[in-house]
Nanobody
Framework: VQLVESGGGSVQAGGSLTLSCIASGDIFSTLAMNWFRRFPGKQREFVAAFGSSGSTLYADAVNGRFTVSKDNAKNTLYLQMNNLQPEDTAVYYC?????WGQGTLVTVAS
């Protein structure tokens, strides 16, 4: 599977962004997919997951502010991010089956 993220950008604290991850292939509907993020100089950390059964899971730091969803008709995974804070500034990646996208940068100004 190949993954391409988009939707990153710069926002003020309290703002919102929606990230998208388009996946290639014919088995998208069966894939469990994840969002991770990498802070400058640090390893990637888990953000959210959308399971193959439709279940969702969130990191404590984003629970209640971020929402992960999946549109099988569009082969697209989304991450709706609300009430963004400067500590959310990072490169965001989607992943599935050991594959990673190139990442999209989110910058939140205070």
């Amino acid at each position: 599977v190949q993954l391409v993220e988009s939707g990153g950008g710069s926002v003020q604290a309290g703002g919102s962004l929606t990230l998208s991850c388009i996946a290639s292939g014919d088995i998208f509907s069966t894939l469990a997919m994840n969002w991770f993020r990498r802070f400058p100089g640090k390893q990637r950390e888990f953000v959210a997951a959308f399971g193959s059964s439709g279940s969702t899971l969130y990191a404590d730091a984003v629970n209640g502010r971020f929402t992960v969803s999946k549109d099988n008709a569009k082969n697209t995974l989304y991450l709706q991010m609300n009430n963004l804070q400067p500590e959310d500034t990072a490169v965001y990646y989607c992943s599935s089956q050991g594959q990673w996208g190139q990442g999209t940068l989110v910058t939140v100004a205070s």
